[in-house]
């Protein structure tokens, strides 16, 4: 179509773009360009063609500066995100976190009101136990002699004396009744106490357990924020300091990630809706992943 010393234009042109600027050179208002000398060296046809490539490449490269300036936006907006759901599980790790030191507090109080009713109960058990003991023990009597009391009773050597057997021997019914009583209240009370105490010691250790596995995602949050700052340094459709100033965008988020897992023990809020927002930040880092394979596979 154009002559050969035009090649170095035509081929940086698109097809159809050489196909309307042979079509307008040869329908040119004020001076049209014959069919016959449309492949012949021509000034006219020259400064065309450079003209079309210049306005082709600058409407490129103003395209690319606003693919490059959305992809800045969106990724500034991404990281302000990620940031706010980072404060919100600092704030809910801090409340998880002085729960479980209440927990703790209240443990350590039950311990000690268990330990008090233990040695309350020991010491009652003790004296229960002593006094059936000495319900059964015959004291000599003072006040007599052994032929005295040998000849008026004729009975053992050994008897009851008389207040000792009232005070000993014979217990009133009533007062029976109520230690036996107060005693299986307070074995319903320990069994009562220690129910609680080990509830509440496997709800401290599933919380730990979850709390553990809160920081492992931690974790991988961060090293999957690693992969896509990877990938970015890869991305040809953005300038150097574009690609610089997300870097240091990155780099900032990373610092603050890794302070907020140091603190996460430090911080509060119910271990569920941690988990939920841990789900929405895994579902945000993956809508990024797929944006940059779209923007690369673009570029291919």
């Known amino acids: 179509m154009f002559h050969s010393d035009y090649k170095h234009i035509i081929d940086r042109l698109p097809e159809g773009l050489v196909k309307r600027a042979c079509e307008r050179l040869l329908h040119h208002s004020k001076d049209p360009v014959p069919l016959e000398a449309i492949s012949e060296k021509s000034e006219q046809i020259e400064s065309y063609l450079r003209h079309t490539l210049e306005v082709y490449e600058n409407s490129l490269n103003r395209k690319h500066r ?7 936006n969106f990724f500034g907006k991404f990281m302000q995100d990620i940031e706010k759901e980072y404060r919100k599980r600092i704030n809910a790790n801090k409340k998880l ?15 000690k009101e268990l330990a008090s009713m233990k040695v ?33 009773k004729g009975s053992p050597i050994l008897f009851y004396n008389h207040e000792k057997r009232m005070a ?8 029976r009744r109520i230690c036996e009583e107060y005693k299986a209240e307070l074995e319903e009370e320990n069994y009562h106490l220690r129910s609680e105490l080990q509830t509440e010691v496997d709800t401290n250790h599933q919380n730990e357990r979850r709390i553990n596995q809160l920081e492992q995602d931690y974790s991988q949050c961060e090293q999957e924020i690693q992969v896509l700052n990877r990938e970015i340094e890869h991305l040809e459709n953005a ?13 900032s988020l990373k610092n603050k990630l890794c302070q907020a897992k140091k603190n996460v023990r430090d911080k509060e809020k119910n271990i ?21 394979k779209i923007i690369s596979s673009q570029k291919n």
């Open 66 to 72: 606003n693919m490059a300036q959305e992809k800045t």
């Open 97 to 111: 976190r002085c729960e479980i030191n209440d927990l703790k507090t209240q443990l350590q109080e039950t311990e």
């Open 120 to 152: 309350r109960f020991y010491s009652l058990v003790k004296g229960y136990f002593f006094s059936l003991y000495f319900c059964k023990v015959r004291f000599w009597p003072r006040s007599c002699t052994f032929e005295e009391l040998y000849k008026s």
């Open 168 to 175: 000993f021997q014979r217990p009133h019914p009533r007062q």
């Open 239 to 251: 300038s150097e300091e574009e690609i610089t100033e997300l870097k240091s965008e990155i780099s």
């Open 272 to 292: 569920s809706a941690l988990e939920n927002q841990l789900v929405e930040f895994e579902e945000q880092v993956e809508k990024l992943r797929c944006q940059i």
